[in-house]
């Protein structure tokens, strides 16, 4: 649950609320009780409370124990599944108002648009929902084929043999009466001979005097995996949406001015992205100071303000992997964007370990390189040469996933730092094609001609097979 | 009558300014010393702020002046006094002061707390060369301790640690020096060193927690992985104790046997954490990736335990074990100024008996 959730004029009270630690952990269990009973003990803990009897009624009962760790949190869960909801009052009062039922967001991972498919059906769904989701239900041409009733929200269907057009349907329901719904078409064939083929997609970059080059066709690319030369089956140019994890270190001396910058720069950026792109924003020192989930709307960054200054180590490894696994659920094309003035100090993941995940993402990421000093420095977890190969090693993880180190001189340059990569991004071409699944682990080498003279081609190099 | 040739009349003007000279300076000398027992009087008498902040504007408005001279003169010629008259015990309510007024100048923006060390190291010197019983120089290392914490605090790491070894000469069993040696030697890394000073702070203490984790940490960066490996897995099976020395613990057993490529045992050791740790980054992370190794977890619980993290304001445990808190100076900290209480009233008795300088007062 976040603070945007509640009425903008009530914000301040808002922060106090999430920023309240929840109580559940010091009183009795709270399943099972009645409602009226638990909220009179919350009020007894000093919070202000206003309902009517007519909402809180008194067969209501606690249907599930709280796990949340804020007070809005707890206050949510415990009035969600009666369909009541808690508002931000006067003075700071609580009011426990009907719950507005609230759309959920879903889409699909499996099958992606005009996918192939044979006579069994994957699908993979992602779901947002700011309540607990009661069912999911999959028809295909509208008959129901399958029920969901926890995440992960996958399944494969058997579909009856044929060829043609399916429309896949996903239902959500939520448990404190949110609905979702989404459809996408698969192109369903028969098998004749079998051959396991895995759509891939390849995001390539092409720069011609440091800048990227657009207009090229499909024509203009050759596509050689393994040594094999492969169809160029889908060509799309930067407009394919793009999912984007903003990671920005605001440890040590990037606090103050260094920070504002940081949060400008990223704030543009978001304003840059379009209405199909979704990101989310990870802010992190020795400790993680935001995250935000992934969203198609403008994230807004005001309340994310500045830490204030203090010495603070940079725990840069784990928020570089966080932000990785947080893009595995995301179905378009994975970007991480990474604003960090030093090397990692106390992480408990060493960078060898994100490389690996590197390795398994598809994501390309960008690193916005503030300073570049080296790592010289120690600590009681890592001496000077540990800290050097961390960095080598960042440096390692930036090249394989097909991104770029893009280095500024001062903290004045951030801002025109996001400007470049979302230019990049833009300019970027999408080729997709069909690839034969190998044993698993395979690392894949690809290699992209293009058919001009005098340009930079940049793109992941090695795939690995699911 | 014949006048006075000139030159004769200029050369009685700087004999005379010559001769005014040291008048002004004892002046100054008397001034300064005044000043100083005006300070300890106050101190003495439980106004502690008033004291610190008198002391601390002295030393700074006097700094390379005559002034100066004359309150350095004053801390060292008070101090011999009182301990020849009281014992060398008296020093402590000084060393305690000045100790104080360099922490206050320390953690002013523009450094100016070099000037509040060199009298806190001179009283020190001066404690040590009167300490005569062993429960004297228990407390002049005790003092030595303390003020190196503040130096440590500072950055002044080097010195600190030079002042943290004169502790330990003088009590080679000071549990709060030994573990800032240890602490040091660390990050310095010079992991064989740290492990000799854990292993005699062991010695007195065996139950210390902290030290216990570090020897194990420092055990393995060494070679001696076994060894480390029993502590960690002692620690962590300690029922009921999640706290941030058990989380560290459980993150470096769990990040051993990742290494070794057992995820399945890095993943039980992982599971057993409460959902309360789970608000730490590192655990959640790391139990992330064990997940995802294991081709198991959510994404949606990772994002949940990030949240959590990022809602919580306690400090993560790699960065506690980073700042190493030193509990045992805390404590050692405590002892000092409860044996201070007594001295401080016996030596506002001396001060208002013998020094006829504050009887106006």
New interface residues.
């Given amino acids: 649950m976040t603070p945007g959730r509640l009425p903008r004029l009530v914000v301040a009270a808002a922060v106090v609320l999430?920023?309240t630690?929840s109580p559940i952990?010091a009183g009795p269990p709270y399943e099972g009780r009645p409602l009226r009973e638990v909220l009179a003990e919350l009020e007894e803990a000093g919070l202000a409370l206003v309902y009517s009897s007519d909402l809180v009624r008194p067969e209501m009962k606690v249907r599930e124990e709280p796990?949340a760790?804020?007070l809005q949190g707890v206050l949510e869960e415990l009035l969600g599944p009666h369909r009541l909801a808690p508002e931000i009052g006067p003075r700071g009062r609580i009011l426990i108002v009907r719950r507005t039922a609230r759309p959920i967001e879903v889409r699909f991972g499996r099958p992606i648009p005009g996918e192939l498919v044979t006579n069994r059906l994957e699908v993979a769904l992602r779901v947002h929902a700011d309540e607990p989701v009661d069912r999911v239900r999959i028809l295909v041409d509208g008959k129901q084929e399958a029920v969901l009733t926890k995440?992960?929200f996958r399944t494969a269907v058997d579909l009856a043999a044929g060829d043609g057009e399916r429309e896949v349907t996903a239902h959500v329901e939520g448990g404190w009466g949110g609905r979702g719904r989404a459809s996408v078409e698969a192109r369903q064939y028969q098998v004749t001979d079998s051959i396991e083929l895995v759509l891939r997609q390849l995001f390539v970059t092409v720069a011609k005097a440091g800048r990227p080059l657009r207009g090229l066709t499909e024509e203009d690319f050759e596509l050689v995996e393994d040594g094999t030369r492969r169809e160029i089956v889908t060509f799309g140019d930067g407009d394919e949406p793009l999912s984007a994890a903003v990671l920005l270190d605001l440890s040590g001396s990037m606090s103050g001015v260094g920070c504002e910058l940081a949060l400008a720069g990223a704030r543009a950026f978001l304003s840059r992205l379009s209405v199909a792109d979704r990101a989310m924003v990870?802010a992190?020192s020795?400790?993680?100071?935001?995250?935000t989930?992934f969203r198609s709307s403008r994230e807004d960054l005001s309340a994310h303000p500045c830490p204030s200054p203090h010495r603070?180590?940079t725990?840069l490894n784990?928020?570089l992997?966080?932000g990785l696994?947080?893009l595995?659920?995301e179905t378009s094309r994975r970007v991480v964007v990474l604003l960090t003035d030093g090397a990692d100090?106390?992480?408990?993941?060493?960078m060898s370990?994100v490389l690996w995940?590197v390795e398994?993402s598809t994501a390309t990421i960008y690193w916005i390189r503030v300073r570049d000093e080296g790592a010289t420095f120690?600590?009681?977890?890592r001496?000077v040469e540990d800290n050097r190969l961390q960095e080598e090693l960042l440096e390692r993880a930036v090249e394989l996933s097909g991104g770029r180190i893009v280095r500024l001189e001062d903290m004045s340059q951030i801002g025109s730092a996001f400007d470049a990569i979302v230019d990049e991004l833009r300019a970027q071409y999408v080729l997709g094609y069909y690839s034969e699944q190998g044993a698993s682990g395979e690392p894949r080498r690809m290699r992209v001609l293009v058919k001009r003279l005098w340009v930079d081609v940049r793109l992941r190099e090695t795939y690995r097979d699911d | 009558m014949m006048a006075p040739p000139r030159t004769s009349t200029a050369a009685g003007l700087v004999l005379c300014l010559l001769a005014l000279g040291p008048v002004a300076e004892a002046a100054d000398r008397r001034e300064a010393r005044r000043e100083y027992l005006e300070v300890l009087s106050l101190w003495s008498q439980g106004s502690r702020d008033r004291a610190v902040d008198r002391l601390a504007v002295a030393l700074t408005d006097s700094e390379g002046s005559g002034r100066r001279t004359g309150i350095d003169r004053a801390v060292g010629s008070t101090a011999r006094r009182l301990a020849r008259n009281l014992g060398a015990g008296a020093l402590l309510p000084l060393a305690l002061l000045h100790e104080e007024v360099y922490a206050r100048q320390a953690r002013e923006p523009r450094g100016r707390a070099s000037g509040a060390l060199r009298p806190a190291l001179e009283l020190l010197s001066i404690f040590e060369a009167e300490a005569k019983t062993r429960d004297d120089r228990a407390v002049v290392s005790a003092l030595q301790t303390s003020l190196a914490g503040r130096m440590a605090e500072a950055h002044v790491e080097v010195a600190s640690l030079g002042l943290t070894r004169s502790a330990l000469r003088a009590d080679p069993s000071n549990r709060a020096a030994l573990f800032a040696v240890a602490?040091s030697a660390?990050?310095?890394?010079d992991h064989a060193a740290a492990v000799r000073s854990l292993e005699a702070l062991l010695r007195v203490d065996p139950e210390h927690r902290e030290s216990r984790l570090r020897l194990a940490l420092n055990l393995m960066r060494i070679g001696e992985k076994d060894e480390g490996l029993e502590e960690l897995r002692r620690l962590v099976s300690e029922g009921g104790r999640e706290d941030w020395i058990a989380a560290v613990a459980r993150?470096e057993l769990a990040?051993h046997l990742?290494d070794r490529d057992e995820i399945a045992r890095a993943r039980d050791v992982l599971r057993e954490i409460s959902?309360?740790r789970l608000?730490d980054?590192?655990?959640?992370?790391?139990t992330?990736?064990v997940d995802?190794r294991s081709d198991g977890g959510?994404?949606?619980d990772?994002?949940t335990a990030?949240?959590?993290?990022?809602?919580?304001s306690e400090?993560?445990s790699?960065?506690l074990?980073?700042r190493?808190p030193n509990d045992l100076l805390e404590e050692l900290r405590r002892d000092l100024l409860r044996r201070e209480q007594e001295w401080s009233s016996r030596l506002d008795r001396f001060l208002r008996d013998r020094e006829p300088a504050l009887s106006g007062r």
């Fill in positions: 999430v920023a630690p952990s796990t760790g804020s995440p992960p990870l992190f020795d400790r993680t100071l935001a995250v989930p603070s180590s725990v784990d928020h992997y966080a696994r947080l595995d659920e100090v106390s992480s408990v993941l060493d370990d995940k398994q120690k600590s009681a977890w001496g | 602490v660390e990050r310095f890394g993150q990040r990742i959902d309360r608000r980054p590192a655990l959640a992370v790391q992330a990736f995802e959510e994404v949606e990772l994002f990030l949240s959590r993290a990022a809602a919580t400090a993560p790699r960065t074990y980073l190493a």
